[in-house]
């Protein structure tokens, strides 16, 4: 099981870091990835870690904002949101798989665990 936290409501400019826990089994080798989810809008791909290089892939509208890091020893992964935007306002998943390939980071469904979602509101 995955258990995302972290969100909250910030102004335009601010930072929230969301934390993706893993209980049950370690996922030191999985590709975790964070997913959002915008009220009327499709979930889309925001960031991914890869398990063994800890090689990172961003959506562009995030690079050099948001940063996806990883620690094993606490089986968490961490999304640090820099200078958040009203348009980053979503739903965040965090979603783990094993056996994604790099190609298939950005699909949804190359993941086979997620977490419930935290609510990230940024206001003008």
């Known amino acids: 099981q995955l258990q995302a936290s972290g969100g909250g409501s910030v102004q335009a400019g601010g930072s929230l870091r969301l934390s993706c826990v893993s209980s049950?089994?370690?996922?030191?080798?999985?590709?975790v990835a964070w997913f959002r989810q915008a009220p009327g809008k499709e979930r889309e791909f925001v960031a991914s870690?890869?398990?063994?290089?800890?090689?990172?892939s961003y959506k562009d509208s995030v690079k050099g904002r948001f940063t996806v890091s990883r620690d094993n020893a606490k089986n968490t992964v961490y999304l640090q949101m820099n200078s958040l935007k009203p348009e980053d306002t979503a739903v965040y998943y965090c979603?783990?798989?094993?056996?994604?390939?790099?190609?298939?980071?950005?699909?949804?469904?190359?993941?086979?665990?997620w977490g419930q979602g935290t609510q990230v509101t940024v206001s003008s």
């Open positions: 870690i890869r398990g063994n290089s800890g090689f990172t």
């Open positions: 049950g089994q370690t996922f030191s080798s999985y590709v």
């Open positions: 979603a783990a798989g094993r056996g994604v390939i790099v190609s298939n980071e950005r699909n949804s469904r190359a993941y086979d665990y």
